[in-house]
Structure formats: structure tokens, C-alpha cells
């Protein structure tokens, strides 16, 4: 491989540990990034081995370009493309996939992205910036009742409603000037959490949570999520691993939740309304019994160590979750 190593992930080993990569087998690496779990996985692979990678940012795409490994390619797709992209390269079932949930730190260093509330920029938030609507083009077309439901449901934002009047009265206040980046945004909700004591952690900058559920709703995360872990599983041949590494809790929920179900564990509490609105279209249990042939085999969970959670920020709140794929039942 020509490309150096030079990111090292958020739990690294262990994730490459729980994948249990065989050497001839074939493996998906659906949130490329800038390439380290591939890299990691490529070094385990054997000759005969294979390794497709997606991702659904072209900054994403162009860096894996510089990877000459004729083991490995790229498809610039999201995770509900996963099926198109495995039909496309003749490959019918796999041995595992590795999904690192959330936005990467590519994304949240460039401004240009409209990541991060902490550098100015336009506020655009998509992963893909060659589709769908940005995030001002969204906050500028919903209605009041829409921004507030979104910070409430994929923020956990206690002040949705306040910052959701805000920002409709900034819109009627400038026009079409309003919200054009990332630093007007992020000041017009520090303005109205900071009215509200308690609204906000210690040390915690007030506008997390809105610019958390913007993005989300801007990429549709977690219905990717939701569509990504069924694909996957449906994909994987038997002792093939799906393995997820997620960053905030309504992504891990999801991921819980599915693997209990797929696993059999999901009892009376795992209704078809107390699952995630991606998952509501799986089959509950019935009775509130084990399904008769679960699919999956949970792994424990893996959290980062005090030394990583100390090293690097964004570990502390990482979650490694896995599941191996049975035998099917005839």
C-alpha cells in the first residue's frame, strides 16, 4: 500500500479484534473515513482476501484513491446503497462489516463543511455535498413545529422550543441573509440557552445538541442506520461479523436494539412502537418471547479504556457493539 498510516480510530484493536478477519474473506469497511479501520483490515487480509469500501463524502472518496491495493476498492455511496454496491461488484454474501457511526474528524476540522459550531463557515452539514438539501436550505423551508420536534427527538435538546421560535424570527427579521453560517447559528442558540439555567452541561457549548439533530436530519442518519444493519445482516454468510462503533445514544439505541432482536433477547419490552421509527417495519417478537431462529449471535460490548477516553475526546463516548451471523434454519 502506498498511502501511510496516519490516523489511528477510536478503538482501534479492539474493533479489528472483534471482526476476526479471515484471511481469504470478503469485507465491507462502510464508513471509509480517511481509511484507518481499512488499513487495519488490509494488513490482517490475506492474498485472496477482499475489501470494499463506501462512503457517501467525495473528500472520502479522493483519499482513498491514494490506497494501491488491488485487494481494495471504493464506491462513493451511502450505507442504503450497501446491496447496489455489493450486486455491483458480483458479490453475493460477506464476512463482515464494520460501521463507524457519526460525522468524522475531517468533516468537523474543515469549516467548509459546516460542521462544527466552533469555526465559521456555511451552514451546510451535508455528507455528501453533491446531494440532497444543506442544512440553512432545511432550517429555512421547515415550519416552526418541524425544527423544534427535530432538536427535541435527534438533539434530546431540552430548549427546542425556544430555539425553534428564534430561528423563525431570525428568518422574518433578515431574510434571505439569514443563517448563512455556522457562527450566526451557533450564537443565536448560546443566546437562548443560556437564558434557561441548567439548559446546558458545564463545560459543554450550548449549541451541541441543535447542530447534533440538524445534522442528523439534514443526512438522514439514522434511517441510514436503521437500513444499513438489516442490508448488512441479510449479507453476511454464517460466523460473518457485523460490527458498529457508535458515538451518541439515539445511534446506539438503534444498533442495540436491532442486534437484540435480530439475536433473539428482544422480550416484551422491544415492542414495534418502542423501536426506533427506522425499525419499526421488523417483525417484533411475538408474546414477548425470543424469536424461534434468531439470526445474529451477540459479542460483548467494548467501551474505551480511562488511557483512550484521556488520549482522544471523541473515544469517551464510543460504544463497540458486534454480532456474528448463525446458521441459518432450514
Known amino acids: ?191 437562548v440557552v443560556r437564558r434557561r439555567p441548567g439548559a446546558v452541561a458545564p463545560g459543554k457549548d450550548p449549541a451541541t445538541r441543535t447542530f447534533q439533530a440538524i445534522r442528523i436530519v439534514v443526512n438522514s442518519e439514522l434511517d441510514e442506520v436503521a437500513a444499513v444493519l438489516q442490508i448488512a445482516t441479510d449479507c453476511l454468510r454464517p460466523g460473518g461479523r457485523l460490527v458498529v462503533i457508535a458515538f451518541h445514544s439515539l445511534e446506539d439505541r438503534i444498533v442495540k436494539q436491532f442486534l437484540a432482536h435480530e439475536s433473539g433477547r428482544a422480550g416484551s419490552s422491544t415492542s414495534a412502537g418502542s423501536l426506533p421509527a427506522g425499525l419499526r417495519g421488523l417483525p417484533p417478537p411475538t408474546g414477548g418471547q425470543p424469536q424461534a431462529a434468531p439470526r445474529l449471535r451477540l459479542l460483548p460490548r467494548v467501551l474505551p479504556d480511562a488511557a483512550e477516553a484521556a488520549a482522544n475526546p471523541r473515544a469517551r463516548s464510543a460504544v463497540l457493539r458486534g454480532a456474528e451471523r448463525l446458521q441459518a434454519v432450514a
Open 1 to 191: 500500500m502506498d498511502a501511510p498510516f496516519q490516523h489511528r480510530p477510536v478503538l482501534f484493536e479492539q474493533t479489528l479484534e472483534m471482526m476476526a478477519v479471515r484471511e481469504g474473506g470478503v469485507y465491507v469497511d462502510a464508513t471509509f473515513g480517511r481509511g484507518g479501520h481499512t488499513r487495519g483490515l488490509l494488513d490482517r487480509l490475506g492474498p485472496e482476501g477482499r475489501l470494499i469500501a463506501i462512503d457517501r463524502d467525495p473528500e472520502a472518496i479522493a483519499a482513498a484513491r491514494a490506497i494501491n491495493d488491488p485487494r481494495f476498492s471504493i464506491d462513493h455511496a451511502p450505507f442504503s446503497e450497501l446491496a447496489d454496491v455489493l450486486k455491483a461488484h458480483r458479490v453475493v454474501a460477506i464476512d463482515g462489516v464494520l460501521l463507524d457511526l457519526g460525522v468524522s474528524s475531517p468533516q468537523l476540522d474543515d469549516a467548509s463543511r459546516g460542521f462544527s459550531f466552533r469555526q465559521d463557515g456555511p451552514l451546510d452539514m451535508r455528507m455528501d455535498p453533491t446531494r440532497g438539501v444543506s442544512a440553512r436550505d432545511w432550517l429555512l423551508a421547515a415550519d416552526e413545529a418541524q425544527i423544534a420536534a427535530a432538536l427535541k427527538l435527534h438533539g434530546e435538546e431540552r430548549a427546542a422550543a425556544p430555539i425553534a421560535r428564534a430561528i423563525v424570527a431570525r428568518r422574518l427579521e433578515a431574510g434571505e441573509n439569514a443563517l448563512r453560517g455556522t457562527a450566526e447559528l451557533a450564537a443565536l442558540v448560546a443566546r
